[in-house]
């Protein structure tokens, strides 16, 4: 049987790191443009807080991913696992678990990094039609992050409950036919 005291804390840094990917999503860095005078303008950032949030998130999801591999030795270190439905699963779960972790990370990572980008264009003299280039982070990226946490999550917690099965299971020892002692 799986184990719950790994199982639990792997959910409780699941719903924290899709907390946070949620808030970063809700708190992405907006801008204004300002005005100095007639001739010049230049952006103006609210509160870099979606950064952070972004990197928490990163951080426990991370922390979460580390604890069911290393748990259970990546599936690469031990013993041979009996052929069974249940080492199956566990190979394809684990992989696609890595496939969903990846893309959660790089959703959250660019996230993060192309919401503390900030320009410092300025719009000077006799243009004052043009306003300055301002970039802020596309919706979506955090919300794409929180939902492939999620997927991670679940798919991660199958995997973990799928080995412990495989490693539970007895083949039988001999398949043959048994000899009788005369």
Known sequence: MASVLLLLPVFVCDILAFGLAVAAEQRRTTWQ????????SYCVYDKDIATNLGIGSFLILLASQILIMAASRCLCCGRALAPSRSRSCAIALFITTWVFFIIAEVCLLAGSVRNAYHTKYRVYFGNTT??????????????????????????????????????EFQAPRDPGIPMSSL
């Open 33 to 40: 443009v300002s005005r100095e005078s007639k001739d010049s």
């Open 130 to 167: 043009a306003s300055p280039s301002c970039h802020s982070l596309r919706k979506g990226v955090f919300g794409a992050g929180a939902a492939f946490i999620v997927l991670t999550g679940i798919v991660s917690e199958l995997y973990y409950v799928s080995l412990t099965r495989a490693k």
